[in-house]
């Protein structure tokens, strides 16, 4: 499954890539991208762990960025 997700309050390129890194390892995840620029991410991973996954993403984001969340 491969789906976008808005991201609010991401201030920080760098704080982007850092995400986008650590949310690729994430068991089960083909391939993460975050775009700085349009505030936007992407998940390509197993249709069975999704929703799991999803909620591992969004552990991963406020730990880098505490005011930073995932939109659907």
Do not use: Y
Request: overall charge positive; proline content about 1%; charged content about 30%.
């Amino acid at each position: 499954m491969k789906k976008t997700f808005k991201l609010e309050n991401l201030d920080c390129a760098n704080c982007a890539a850092i995400m986008e890194s650590k949310i690729r390892k994430i068991n089960g995840v083909n391939n993460a991208s975050i775009s700085f620029m349009t505030q936007k991410l992407i998940i390509e991973a197993d249709d069975s762990r999704f929703d799991a996954i999803v909620k591992e993403a969004a552990a991963v984001c406020k730990r880098v960025e505490p005011d930073c969340f995932i939109r659907e």
